[in-house]
């Protein structure tokens, strides 16, 4: 059975990026019927913070992406790492290096000076037995390294194809640091290995830490799980997304009034050939195959994101939208109606100052200074709405027509600022009955005061 993970290091807030991976490894599992497993790598007690394993788990919850084992948080599985370093110890594959911060930084200056990545000369791999010995009784620090095996390493990408590496891409890596933590690519390898997970699935910048992942499961007669490495999200300007391009993370996207459902969309379909853009969630899991996500970095473009935001806005139940908006039912009808004119739940909320709020628009004010004889409607509207009883807006129409000469057009627009305080939204006419006359009064009021018309 397929098995699956996402693995997130709790050091900062969900970025669309890290969604974006969680989703793609949760449409696999549930295309495949497999399982999901959600694991928090918090190994780098100075990175991670519980604050932002919550807000992760949060986020997720949000946005529907859900797990069938976990969360297992990997600094509860010191004692487990520690194990299967001793065991590889044991074998000879892992050896103690005793090299001290300093030595460490000279090699690596003179790889640097050489024009070579840095890497670790070996140094302690051949040490003799009565160093060691020696080095032990001193009670001297230590690390654990990797005797990697020097041989080209290649892999089958379900994304990207056949991928190789030169026999010295890999240098004898540290598996266990000083403080007895695992480095990220051993943890990562045991927990792959001992939960059985077959696929991983992740981000291409991962793609280099593969080939040590490798020697180590074959270091533990382990077959590896199969690689899919996906693209990356970048912004317009194709550099790696980032706070320059504005919001990145979840957490900001629902702060602007983001549906959760077009976030999972627009993230399931990036990097994906598809026919129809627009899939709920169901679609998006039929459709779903590794082969299906490009290799190629992808764009991930807020406008776009927007525009699917506007089409969940009018798809989703009116229930739904009541709820993000923290709104009873009382509200329905209203909702209904703006929803045809929002963007985001941010925005309705904005146009919700139509029914209590007394600002005009600047495009509104404008407006009226360049319509001559505005003002003569004034009169009559104030009469009207001063009357007892309910007024219907083709009341106030046929109240206030005869008595000026604006054009139909502008008579309408100038009836839409004085009543809603802006020159776009709803039509009137619905809208109408749900704006509270003293409401409108007082807009009239502040408008009159504007132009010196008191
Ligand atoms: N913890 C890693 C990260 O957040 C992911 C590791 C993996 O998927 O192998 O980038």
Request: proline fraction near 4%; charge should be neutral; glycine fraction near 8%.
């Amino acid at each position: 059975m397929v098995k699956v993970r996402f693995a997130p290091s709790p050091t900062g807030y969900l970025h669309v990026g890290n969604t974006r991976t969680a989703l793609i490894n949760a449409l696999f599992a549930q295309n495949q019927k497999g399982r999901f497993v959600l694991r928090i790598e918090d190994t780098d007690v100075e990175r991670s913070d519980v604050a932002f394993e919550v807000s992760i788990i949060e986020n997720l919850k949000w946005l529907g992406i859900v797990w069938d084992e976990g969360p297992y948080r990997q600094s509860q599985r010191l004692d487990i790492y520690r194990a299967y370093t001793k065991a590889l110890l044991d074998k000879g594959v892992a050896y103690k290096c005793y090299c001290s911060k300093d030595v460490l930084e000279k090699m690596r200056e003179a790889s640097l000076k050489r024009g070579e990545p840095p890497k670790y000369n070996g140094t302690c791999r051949g040490l003799s037995k009565d160093v060691v010995e020696k080095f032990e009784k001193e009670g001297k620090p230590y690390v654990v390294r990797f005797k990697s095996s020097h041989t080209p390493i290649g892999f089958k990408d379900e994304i990207r194809g056949e991928i190789n590496f030169p026999r010295d891409h890999v240098d004898d890596f540290i598996i266990l640091k000083q403080e007895l933590t695992p480095s990220y690519n051993f943890a990562v390898t045991i927990d792959d290995m001992l939960m059985g997970i077959t696929h991983v699935i992740r981000g291409a910048d991962h793609i280099s830490n593969t080939p040590k992942q490798i020697m180590l499961f074959r270091a533990f007669d382990a077959e590896h799980p199969v690689y899919a490495h996906h693209s990356l999200l970048t912004g317009n300007d194709r550099k790696p997304l980032s706070k320059r391009h504005g919001a990145t993370s979840v957490r900001e996207f629902r702060d602007m009034g983001i549906l959760k459902q077009a976030l999972v969309n627009y993230l399931g379909i990036i990097g994906r050939n598809v026919k129809n853009e627009l899939m709920e969630e169901e679609e998006l899991v039929r459709t779903f195959y590794l082969g299906s996500l490009s290799s190629s970095d992808s764009i991930f473009d807020v406008g776009k994101l927007l525009w699917f935001n506007k089409e969940y806005m009018r798809k989703i139940p009116v229930d739904n939208l009541l709820l993000g908006l923290g709104l009873s039912i009382d509200y329905k009808d209203r909702v209904l109606l703006l929803r045809e004119n929002a963007k985001t739940l941010k925005e309705m909320k904005e146009l919700f100052d139509i029914f209590d709020g007394t600002d005009i628009e600047d495009g509104g004010v404008n407006y009226l200074s360049q319509v001559e004889g505005w003002d003569s409607i004034v009169a009559p509207l104030k009469v009207i709405l001063a009357s007892n009883g309910d007024i219907l807006f083709d009341d106030i129409l046929q109240g206030v027509e005869g008595n000026t000469n604006l054009k139909k057009k502008e008579l309408l627009m100038v009836l839409r600022i004085l009543c809603t305080g802006r020159k776009s939204g709803p039509p009137l006419k619905e809208i109408f009955q749900f704006i509270p006359k003293d409401i409108i009064m007082k807009r009239i009021e502040c408008l009159q005061q504007r132009f010196s018309l008191l």
